[in-house]
């Protein structure tokens, strides 16, 4: 089990590395950065998924809001638990913000829809952070979003029992409150202090662009 892990986790890096550096065409990624801002924000393609309360999520979703999004199933057994236990923790902390608490959200978007149904996906969300959003779809409409994202997943072979294991990537994806992908958190600097510090540098950065473009 050890070893599956390992190897698990070691795939879901590799595919985060892969997916980054097509998006910011780097030739080698900083082993000491936190996060990513892209250079300039890339905008996000349609697609139609459907949130635990059965409402639909599309890219309209992500309008006036900052979306911190990760993606796995409600089956993973190491990286799902503990990363969504760090969005928890980053969300907590921004409780002492009230103000900057409205306007984020956190999204958790399930590869697997043949199990996670809305009420799997429910009690898996809201057991971490009681306004978390836990979304799902169909496949061609999930791969839309990753594809974007530059998410990497793969389904294992089945068990005899039919069980099976997803390797996915393991980063954080933040995506601006213009519905465009914003920024990355990469998994093996996750912490919740420094994602905190990290995130209002770039809300205040937003912020004063938008001012300067004459946006509210």
């Not at 393609?45 to 990760?70: I, M």
């Not at 990537?169 to 995506?175: A, D, H, M, P, R």
Request: with cysteine.
């Amino acid at each position: 089990m050890v070893l599956l892990a390992i190897l698990i986790g070691g795939l879901a890096f590799l595919g985060l590395r892969a997916g980054l550096k097509s998006f910011l065409n780097q030739k080698e990624i900083p082993k000491d950065l936190l996060g990513v801002v892209l250079p300039s924000p890339r905008d996000l393609p349609d697609f139609l998924l459907t949130d635990h309360l059965g409402k639909t999520f599309d890219k309209a979703r992500f309008r006036g809001k900052w979306s911190f999004l990760f993606f796995g199933y409600t089956h993973c057994p190491d990286i799902c638990p503990v990363t969504m236990g760090l969005m928890a923790d980053v969300f907590k902390k921004l409780e002492k913000h009230p103000q900057v608490l409205k306007s984020i959200q956190g999204v958790f978007v399930s590869v697997d829809a043949k199990r996670d149904q809305p009420e799997s996906l429910k009690n898996f969300v809201v057991y971490f952070y009681k306004d978390f959003i836990g979304v799902t779809g169909d496949d061609d409409n999930i791969k839309s979003l990753t594809d974007s994202l530059g998410v990497a997943y793969r389904l294992s072979a089945p068990e005899t029992d039919g069980s099976y294991l997803i390797s996915h990537s393991s980063g954080i994806y933040l995506v601006d409150p213009d519905g465009r992908f914003h920024a990355l958190f990469q998994p093996q600097f996750h912490n919740a202090d420094k994602i905190v510090s990290y995130f209002l540098e770039m809300m205040k950065s937003y912020g004063e662009q938008t001012q300067k473009d004459g946006r509210t």
